[in-house]
């Protein structure tokens, strides 16, 4: 669920970039040539209809993901014999509600990525996505204060400010389905561990009458019965 919701969204957010560049496209053509009436009202309410879609879908991949991380967060902390220290309303809120996210939503996949000894491998994935995360968030805030505008010079400027705001968004997405197969690449019981190959310490002078001893000590005396 978590996949196709999170696919499905990035799918809108790419879509509705898209519009958004075709009706940048038309807005510069207007300013030489009237366009047709149903080629401009189209564009905009497909773009109207794209951000509305947008909404409700960044919604659902909140929430799929908020019961993803709390599921999984009970489901480590109980393989090592402990509850979980953030009570349910914390991790809920902390995702969910809007600005505060941006702080709380890292910090809680940080604490399950140490948890479950994942940290060394996911540290860069999660900043990675946490920085592009509040990159588009800010973003996103500039384009929907500037969305009033009326003027033609301003529409235009915030049209643009829009698509880039959908494009960071969507490889916001992209980051943190990173940081989910990230954790989902492996179950709970089966933490990451790293072989290293270490070679063997070299014999000194010290070391090398101690074995020889041990050798002579495991020779069996001649003579003398295995069994014995």
């Known amino acids: 669920m978590v996949r196709a919701t999170l696919v499905a969204t990035m799918a809108v957010f790419a879509i509705a970039a898209f519009l958004h560049?075709?009706?940048?496209?038309?807005?510069?053509?207007?300013?030489?040539?009237?366009?047709?009436?149903?080629?401009?009202?189209?564009?905009?309410?497909?773009?109207?209809c794209a951000s509305v879609l947008a909404i409700f879908t960044v919604i659902a991949s909140a929430v799929v993901l908020t019961n993803w991380l709390?599921?999984?967060?009970?489901?480590?902390?109980?393989?090592?014999?402990q509850p979980d220290?953030?009570?349910?309303?914390?991790l809920r809120a902390g995702c969910?509600?809007?600005?505060?996210n941006l702080a709380w939503a890292p910090v809680f996949v940080i604490e399950l990525a140490g948890v479950e000894e994942r940290f060394n491998w996911l540290r860069r994935p999660i900043v990675v996505w946490w920085l592009v995360w509040i990159a588009s968030t800010v973003v996103s805030v500039f384009s929907i204060a500037t969305s009033f505008a009326t003027e033609a010079q301003a529409i235009a400027d915030n049209t643009v400010v829009t698509t880039v705001a959908y494009?960071?968004?969507?490889?916001?997405?992209?980051?943190?389905?990173?940081?989910?197969?990230?954790?989902?690449?492996?179950?709970v019981e089966k933490?990451?561990?790293?072989?290293?190959?270490?070679?063997d310490a070299p014999v000194n002078a010290?070391?090398?009458?101690?074995?020889?001893?041990?050798?002579?000590?495991?020779?069996?005396?001649?003579g003398r019965n295995p069994a014995a």
């Open 191 to 199: 933490p990451t561990k790293r072989w290293v190959i270490v070679p």
């Open 21 to 48: 560049l075709v009706r940048y496209g038309l807005l510069i053509i207007n300013r030489g040539t009237l366009l047709n009436p149903w080629v401009a009202g189209g564009a905009t309410w497909l773009g109207v």
């Open 167 to 187: 494009l960071l968004s969507l490889a916001a997405l992209l980051l943190v389905m990173k940081v989910f197969d990230g954790f989902e690449r492996q179950p």
């Open 85 to 90: 220290p953030r009570p349910l309303w914390a």
């Open 96 to 100: 969910l509600v809007p600005i505060a």
């Open 206 to 222: 010290q070391t090398r009458p101690e074995r020889e001893l041990e050798n002579a000590a495991s020779v069996e005396t001649e």
């Open 70 to 81: 709390i599921g999984r967060r009970a489901a480590a902390y109980a393989y090592r014999g």
